[in-house]
């Protein structure tokens, strides 16, 4: 299973940016899909995850301003981000997994696959 994610850039506080990741896999749709991040000197910490189902999960500080998706016939996760600010700064990373329940989508070492990230970076 290959992840390549892309879409990162350089974006002023208030704009936005959509991030995606290709798979390569022949069962995208059994794949639990999440976008990670981690900002210099920081651990990675869960932004959003997208379930078998399509339901979403958010972490709190992008609730309301995220938005992820899933094209089952593109096996392409996309992440809308939509304000954002200068803590939206870091690396971006996409995940998967099909063996995941609901309660370990939050969970980093939970995933088998991730990408290589894209970088986001938001001026003030």
């Known amino acids: 299973v290959q992840l390549q994610a892309s879409g990162g850039g350089l974006v002023q506080a208030g704009g936005s940016l959509r991030l995606s990741c290709a798979v390569s896999v022949d069962s995208f749709r059994s794949y639990v899909m999440s976008w990670f991040r981690q900002a210099p000197g920081k651990e990675r910490e869960v932004v959003s995850a997208i379930g078998r189902d399509n339901r979403p999960l958010y972490a709190e500080s992008v609730k309301g301003r995220f938005t992820i998706s899933r094209d089952n016939a593109k096996n392409t996760v996309y992440l809308q981000m939509d304000s954002l600010k200068p803590e939206d700064t870091a690396v971006y990373y996409c995940?998967?997994?099909?063996?995941?329940?609901?309660?370990?989508?939050?969970?980093?070492?939970?995933?088998?696959?991730w990408g290589q990230g894209t970088l986001v970076t938001v001026s003030s």
């Open positions: 995940a998967a997994d099909r063996s995941l329940i609901r309660s370990d989508y939050f969970r980093p070492y939970s995933y088998d696959y």
